[in-house]
């Protein structure tokens, strides 16, 4: 059996003129980045033709070690829907370099449903996360450059109160805390800093809610950075920070137009985690698929507790979205982890234990429809899986109102989805409806908060701690209380507890604290042990990445 590497080394790659033609746009319109990648320019964001289109959401029950194939499942449903007649672009976040050499590898899809350069998509790209990172970084070098000349070119900074950390696109746990300032009077003032990895950054949120450029440069002036020594709130506008900001993001705010394995169109742009940030793709990039294209297939990232509800009551929220339907990706082999088989035994067929873990999938099932979207699941097949768990997950989902549909993506790539694809845009055509929001904006922090702990995961309460409880002041005080609420919590459960698998009964949520992103436009709530700076594995996947003498890389996945 090939490698995802091998597989996507092996495929025939069209110019990308030739797959900007398949949009209607002129090779001299989008903006070259050797032969097979490309920027597209704003102006082809058409907002009338684009509430015309289907938006089509791809999300997941819990992942688990095993992977569920959310992205791949992405590429391969639009490969099938092009196949079948309509014409489709996949639209997706662009990869971290963190979990490329740690443990989730590479973030192209796989086997037959990849997006391509393949390679290049995973390392570095076209440069947006660097140019993230370097934004990041350009405020947090004016902020101490501004605590230095003390009110000399700007407010005179708290350094105590400072908020703003440096971002950087690793996994690197030695970041996490940090001092600053050390080396004398020409060294700065010392303080405590860190890092957030590129990801996790501010700047990353704001380019993926950003409608344009203007709205990228506004959006970052507004974003918090600590008091001066009379409590008055600063932010990157009254220190000139965000003007030089977007100028570094000129390029950066362009999605990136690449292609699949069978040649689909394919946008990929922003990458903000889901357990720490909104965990979709850029609003621009979304808008760009919808103007040229009848469909468009994306995903929100890790389950649909996280990645998806924030894609409802964030996204769509500023943006005026609304997907016409949504599929659930599940596998057999995460539904039996989830029913409490070791990741050592889940290809062994269990028919207890997959009866058990179906109460997972069940529960993302009801959390969909309280969105008042319709929805499918794809199980997303495996070479292990046996025809009687595969009949069993469709018997079940059939039982609880929803159609169960198997997808061979990856070892068929568009070929293996087209009843899904016929499934998905059959729903999406006969839609009538607009998504239903979780929660009022205008709500007080808790009863969004509790909202969502109590529907969305579950949960019987939701407890603030004292520090929490002084973060919430400083927000109201602020005037900060009615944004929308972006929850940190782990993806590995529906609870805050990464070890309650399953459908967990019975639990409270605790919000340890509060983080402001007002840049971004929503407040961060962060609850269990949640870092915004990862580390390695004891085996990171760096250790089996490599390139040869002729340029040849081995390794990705």
């Not at 320019?41 to 684009?50: A, C, H, M, N, Q």
């Not at 703003?164 to 405590?192: A, C, F, H, Q, T």
Request: charged share 25%; aromatic share 6%; with cysteine.
């Amino acid at each position: 059996m090939k490698s995802d590497i091998e597989i996507a080394s092996s495929a025939k790659m069209k110019h990308i003129d030739e797959i900007a033609s398949q949009l209607g746009i002129p090779s001299d319109v989008i903006e070259h980045y050797g032969k097979y990648k490309a920027k597209l320019p704003l102006s082809l964001i058409d907002e009338e033709k684009s509430e015309k289109s289907n938006l089509i959401l791809v999300s997941a029950m819990s992942p688990t070690p095993a992977g569920e194939g959310k992205t791949t499942t992405s590429i391969g449903l639009a490969q099938a829907i092009n196949k079948i007649g309509k014409n489709c672009t996949v639209v997706l976040r662009e990869p971290s370099l963190g979990p490329v050499f740690g443990i989730k590898g590479g973030a192209a899809g796989g086997g037959y449903s990849q997006v391509l350069p393949m390679e290049d998509i995973n390392l570095h790209f076209t440069g947006d996360f660097s140019a993230i990172e370097k934004a990041n970084n350009l405020l947090a070098a004016m902020i101490e450059n501004c605590i230095h000349h003390n009110n000399g070119n700007g407010p005179c900074l708290d350094p105590r109160t400072i908020i703003w950390k440096r971002s950087m696109d690793m996994n690197d746990r030695s970041l996490r805390n940090i001092v600053v300032g050390l080396g004398g009077v020409l060294g700065g003032v010392p303080r405590e800093g860190g890092f957030n990895i590129t990801a996790a950054s501010e700047i990353m949120a704001i380019l993926c809610l950003a409608k344009d450029l203007k709205d990228l440069k506004e959006r970052m002036g507004n974003i918090f950075v600590g008091f001066t020594f009379d409590k008055k709130p600063v932010y990157a506008k009254d220190i000139k920070a965000n003007g030089a900001m977007a100028a570094l993001l000129k390029d950066a705010v362009k999605p990136n137009l690449v292609q699949t394995i069978e040649n689909t169109p394919a946008i990929i742009h922003g990458g903000p985690f889901a357990n720490i940030a909104q965990g979709t793709n850029s609003l621009i990039a979304t808008r760009m698929g919808l103007s040229l294209s009848e469909y468009v297939v994306t995903e929100a990232g890790f389950g649909f507790d996280l990645g998806a509800e924030k894609f409802f009551d964030i996204k769509c929220g500023y943006s005026g979205l609304s997907p016409k339907a949504v599929v659930l990706v599940a596998t057999i082999r995460a539904l039996k982890y989830h029913g409490g088989v070791n990741v050592k035994e889940l290809n062994m067929p269990n028919l207890k234990a997959l009866e058990k873990g179906m109460a997972n999938l069940e529960k993302h099932v009801e959390n969909i429809k309280t969105f008042n979207v319709d929805a499918v699941v794809a199980i997303n097949k495996f070479v292990t899986d046996t025809d009687e768990e595969i009949e069993l997950v469709s018997k079940k989902c059939s039982e609880r109102g929803i159609k169960a549909i198997v997808a061979d993506v990856w070892g068929k790539g568009g070929d293996g989805a087209m009843e899904l694809a016929h499934g998905v845009t059959k729903i999406a055509e006969n839609c009538k409806t607009r998504y239903k929001p979780m929660y009022d904006w205008n709500w007080d922090v808790f009863k969004k908060v509790e909202t969502i702990a109590k529907k969305i995961y579950g949960a019987n309460a939701v407890d603030f701690t004292a520090k929490a409880k002084k973060d919430l002041k400083k927000i109201e005080n602020l005037g900060l209380d009615k944004l929308p609420v972006c929850i940190a919590k782990t993806q590995k459960s529906l609870s805050d507890n990464p070890k309650l698998l399953g459908r967990p009964k019975d639990f409270v949520v605790t919000v340890r604290e509060i983080e402001i992103a007002s840049g971004a436009g929503f407040i961060i709530p962060i609850t269990g042990d949640i870092m915004r700076m990862p580390g390695l594995s004891a085996t990171p996947a760096a250790q089996s990445i490599d390139i040869d003498e002729n340029g040849n890389i081995t390794g990705l996945s």
